[in-house]
């Protein structure tokens, strides 16, 4: 008689669903609502972003440099270095434009490359309802005061477009974090809050003109205008730039939000393994 021996079969263990630190979610979210809220109360005045503008501003600080520089030191470096001189700047004739810059839209790019979906949209839209109903506990985080009434604001619409970037610049680099992904998740993200922005701004004209039952207000396309250029026209470009500058610092961070939500050892898929060795 024959003694067969069947081969063992192994048994499999079903996988555990990996579940992320909640703590460490929380703590995310916390700080992502603390960067927002931080960028509203930041203001930086800036030239208006047009050509003949921008050159005037470069020649003004360029020429205040110069004015800055001692002349023991100009005779020094022409001394041991004639070839290289010091072009005789002047101040230039036409007046400067400022206006005031808020980066809030770099700032929500930056929350949502570094935080990631899903954690980063609740941040943001955690941050907009505090917003509304902040005022009602003596609390403020918007700099216009917030409020129930701010929907009729015409800047409500680039925060609901913030929230929409959040979502859009993490779900784009979720999983890959190459030279395409952040350039397509900056243009995502700028156009998530500028094409909100603006079509609710354009709405918010509709809409009041209906419920008016008048039809629009003498004047209702200046106002379009002048907060169109004021919110989008002004705002653009260097939402550009420091978006790309905060997809850019926000590079090296990411590591923390794995490292903040990373599962426990108890959760982890090897953890069979580890009990083995500890048991023998």
Not at 272 to 280: H, K, M, S
Request: contains cysteine; glycine residues 10%.
């Amino acid at each position: 008689m024959q003694l067969v021996v069947l081969p063992h079969k192994e048994t499999v263990q079903p996988r555990r669903a990996v579940r992320k630190s909640i703590i460490g979610q929380v703590i995310l979210v916390m700080l992502g609502i603390e960067l927002l809220f931080a960028s509203t109360f930041t203001s930086l005045e800036i030239p208006v972003p047009t050509g003949k503008n921008l050159a005037a501003s470069v020649q003004k600080d360029a020429a205040t440099i110069q004015a800055r520089i001692p002349e023991r030191v100009k005779e020094k470096v022409a001394q041991y270095a004639p070839s290289l001189r010091f072009p005789q700047m002047s101040m230039p004739d036409q007046q400067i434009r400022y206006s005031i810059y808020t980066p809030q839209t770099p700032v929500a790019l930056f929350v949502g490359y570094t935080l990631g979906w899903p954690i980063a949209t609740i941040s943001c839209a955690t941050f907009v309802v505090m917003g509304l109903l902040g005022p009602l506990f003596n609390f403020h985080p918007f700099a216009g005061g917030g409020g129930l009434n701010y929907y009729l604001e015409p800047g409500f619409g680039y925060l609901l477009g913030m929230i929409a970037a959040t979502w859009a610049v993490g779900y784009i680099t979720r999983q890959s974090r190459t030279s395409l992904s952040q350039a397509l998740a900056v243009l995502a993200g700028l156009a998530c809050v500028h094409v909100v922005g603006l079509a609710y701004l354009l709405g918010t004209c509709v809409v009041l003109a209906v419920i008016d039952g008048n039809g629009a207000q003498p004047g209702w396309q200046q106002w379009l205008y002048q907060e169109f250029r004021n919110l989008s026209w002004y705002q653009l470009p260097y939402d550009a730039l420091f978006g790309v500058l905060a997809v850019g610092a926000g590079f090296p961070l990411r590591w923390l939000s794995g490292r903040l939500t990373a599962p426990d050892i108890s959760a982890r898929k090897d953890n069979g393994n580890l009990r083995e060795l500890l048991d023998d």
